[in-house]
């Protein structure tokens, strides 16, 4: 398989997108729909404490599954035996 030919350093790179207004829309736009999924509605979040708070959001989530899923392995199988006991 070939390598991919790197750019030499003195080629053109392409504009950074971030500095367009167009795509600068597009981010704060997907910014405040991240803040609209957290429970907390913080609108004076900066970037990073936004990104901060969302990763602190998944672990409670998967946590919480995690404690759900547990509960749901116990009471089912205290429920099988519950079963068996009457048989």
Do not use: C, W
Not at 33 to 39: C, G, T, V
Not at 60 to 67: D, E
């Amino acid at each position: 398989m070939a390598r991919a030919k790197r750019k030499s350093s003195n080629e053109k790179r392409p504009k950074n997108p971030v500095d367009s207004g167009e795509n600068y829309s597009s981010i704060s736009e997907k910014l405040e729909a991240l803040k609209q999924l957290l429970p907390s509605k913080n609108d004076e979040l900066k970037a990073d404490d936004l990104f901060e708070e969302t990763a602190d959001y998944i672990v409670l989530l998967r946590t919480q599954i995690f404690v759900l899923q547990k509960l749901l392995h116990f009471y089912e199988n205290a429920s099988a035996r519950s079963q068996d006991n009457h048989v």
